[in-house]
T-cell receptor
Framework: RKEVEQDPGPFNVPEGATVAFNCTYS??????FFWYRQDCRKEPKLLMS???SGNEDGRFTAQLNRASQYISLLIRDSKLSDSATYLC?????????????FGAGTRLTVKP | DGGITQSPKYLFRKEGQNVTLSCEQN?????MYWYRQDPGQGLRLIYY???????QKGDIAEGYSVSREKKESFPLTVTSAQKNPTAFYLC???????????FGNGTRLTVT
């Protein structure tokens, strides 16, 4: 089993739709969680950190479920500009270990 | 402006040659990382360094070498032992604690 797994997608949704991505992680000691967005042939850019209590930034909501070891990203009112690959990132969290691991990414296409 | 600089953006080499990819950061971050991304794939960790003069292997370190003689610099050498070196290489850094990764623009290496 991979350390970090994501829904492979692709997700093809109409403008205005709500879409949700999940990401599971295998290391229960993991402490830090993030969602990144990557456009074609570009570097990943931070979308949002994921906090224990859940957090929201405009149309984007991130949740963490430690018991089930997954994080989620919800995008409301999808825009054409949301089309990208979404990557989850997890710090392995082992004491003294600064290792950061990525999921394979979920591709989203928002259509008019 | 603070950031991470990778150079060059595109690099072409003949098979059998070693090549070194540059990564410099002026963010005063302790940790630096090298990832490799193949088309349609997620990011895989090659090496990371938490402090100067220390580095750790990631999942795919074979055929690569790194050094961390200065806090600002973390060059990656792709050796002739790397069987499939053609890929998109991304360098990143992060601060202590639960900070996110900051990425450079990446280097596209093509070996023929």
């Amino acid at each position: 089993r991979k350390e970090v797994e994501q829904d492979p997608g692709p997700f093809n949704v109409p403008e205005g739709a709500t879409v949700a991505f999940n990401c599971t992680y295998s290391n229960s000691a993991s402490q830090s969680f993030f969602w990144y967005r990557q456009d074609c042939r570009k570097e990943p850019k931070l979308l949002m950190s994921v906090y224990s209590s859940g957090n929201e930034d405009g149309r984007f909501t991130a949740q963490l479920n430690r018991a089930s070891q997954y994080i989620s990203l919800l995008i409301r009112d999808s825009k054409l500009s949301d089309s990208a690959t979404y990557l989850c990132v997890v710090n392995r969290g082992i004491s003294g270990n600064n290792d950061m691991r990525f999921g394979a990414g979920t591709r989203l296409t928002v259509k008019p | 402006d603070g950031g991470i600089t990778q150079s060059p953006k595109y690099l072409f080499r003949k098979e059998g040659q070693n090549v070194t990819l540059s990564c410099e950061q002026n963010l005063n971050h302790d940790a630096m990382y090298w990832y490799r991304q193949d088309p349609g794939q997620g990011l895989r960790l090659i090496y990371y360094s938490q402090i100067v003069n220390d580095f750790q292997k990631g999942d795919i370190a074979e055929g690569y070498s790194v050094s961390r003689e200065k806090k600002e610099s973390f060059p990656l050498t792709v050796t002739s032992a790397q069987k499939n070196p053609t890929a998109f290489y991304l360098c990143a850094s992060r601060d202590r604690g639960h900070s996110p990764l900051h990425f450079g623009n990446g280097t596209r290496l093509t070996v023929t």
